[in-house]
């Protein structure tokens, strides 16, 4: 690679080739590759692990073994992307089986302690947005109730749910990902759904109506 091909030629350039530039100590490389991934693994740990330190030290880690070369990726299981998810998938349970207890993040505490920013983007031009408390603490609970119910799942169903439902990885990654068939991927999620809906209806101050419902609240 030229010592001064730019970051936007790099947008091209497959996640296992620029791993393999980063292996070489390519700088340019590990930058391209985090900037692309970091994003998806950060939110895969947190909604595994509801922490967000949980979640900074996990994706640190996975690029430091990415960096280390440890480990072996073959195309033929998956792609690129699913290796990483692997890799943060054995870490996240590695400090669940450790710790044993977690503080679940609660939206609606402060400021700063959401998941992900909840600002409406790409209104309609001409749109009035009027504030509705009522409606904005009952949305809140919702998201809460959401969040907590996908931390209440054995881990086992929880990944298979932030993977293929959160963070829209394919039936056949997700399954490179975790290291089973996709049979068992397909019938995990439809029982993590379920699992996810029975807790939501039995707990929550306004249960969603849906899975899908459900799952809005954490894209």
């Not at 080739?17 to 340019?28: A, D, I, S, T, Y």
């Not at 399954?175 to 759904?193: I, K, M, P, Q």
Request: proline share 4%.
């Amino acid at each position: 690679m030229p010592a001064n091909q730019s970051d936007h030629d790099l947008s091209h350039v497959s996640d296992q080739e620029l791993w393999r530039q980063m292996c070489g100590g390519n700088e340019r490389a590990f930058l391209a590759l985090y900037r692309r991934r970091q994003g998806g693994i950060y939110r895969f740990a947190l909604r595994m692990s509801g922490s967000e330190a949980v979640a900074e030290d996990v994706t640190q880690e996975v690029f430091l073994i990415l960096m280390r070369g440890d480990g072996q990726y073959h195309e033929a299981r998956g792609s690129f992307s699913a290796y990483m998810f692997g890799i943060a998938r054995n870490q996240v349970l590695r400090r669940l089986e450790k710790e044993r207890s977690f503080l679940p993040i609660l939206s609606g505490q402060d400021g700063d302690g959401d998941w992900e920013a909840n600002a409406p983007e790409n209104l309609p031009d001409g749109l009035i947005v009027r504030h509705d408390p009522l409606g904005d603490l009952s949305r809140q609970e919702t998201i809460a109730a959401v969040r907590q119910a996908v931390l209440s799942l054995p881990p086992h169903y929880r990944e298979v749910v932030v993977l293929c439902d959160l963070q829209e990885v394919s039936y056949q990654d997700a399954a490179a990902a975790l290291s089973c068939a996709v049979g068992t991927v397909r019938s995990r999620l439809h029982r993590g759904r379920a699992l996810l809906m029975e807790r939501l209806r039995k707990d929550a101050v306004t249960a969603p109506a849906s899975w899908n419902e459900a799952a809005q609240c954490l894209v």
